[in-house]
């Protein structure tokens, strides 16, 4: 097994890690805030597209496949997002895929058919992936590499605490 002071990115062991609170608290309001609302927004939708399929005539089956259509999208254009993000630009790009994920909110709350519902699904993921890889890359470009980890795990957080009190909120 590899020595991990050996690995050319890690800290040499002397040197403490910066204080992380004077590094993340200028980010809380304008990164970390958006994110765990929107995670929170999202994962509040789940359990109705569920219903809303089913009410549309979709099979159980059906119906899970609409709540699964944003992480399909996300899995299927993870590397298109890094490259329509550098193009646009970091801060740009996080603003379209907020954008992009309202507007098919929108368009799957007046979905008259089950297709309609999977469509504006897809059209959510799109704008997941925008956010997510464009938020990701803006957390590695503003936060010094010793203070990246811990970083990434309260973005993680975000994420995952809007994931329960998501549902929570939805019913």
Known sequence: M???????????????PPALWPILRPLLLPYF???LLRAAGQMT????VA???????????????????VSLATFCLSPA???VS??????????L????????ALVGAAAGSYDWLVASRLLQGVGNVLFQISRQTF?????????RGRASALQAFTLKAGGVVGPTIGG
């Not at 939708?45 to 109705?48: C, D, Q, V, Y």
């Not at 957390?139 to 203070?147: D, E, G, I, N």
């Open 2 to 16: 590899p020595d991990p002071s050996s690995c050319p990115d890690a800290p040499p062991d002397d040197d403490e």
């Open 33 to 35: 805030a958006p994110g």
């Open 45 to 48: 939708l789940n359990p109705f």
């Open 51 to 69: 219903l809303y399929a089913r009410e549309l005539g979709a099979t159980d089956s059906g119906a899970g496949a609409a709540v699964s259509m």
């Open 81 to 83: 997002a890094g490259l």
């Open 86 to 95: 550098s193009r646009l630009g970091l801060r740009l790009a996080m603003g």
């Open 97 to 104: 895929g907020v954008c992009v994920n309202i507007c098919a």
């Open 139 to 147: 957390l590695t470009a503003v936060v010094p590499k010793p203070a």
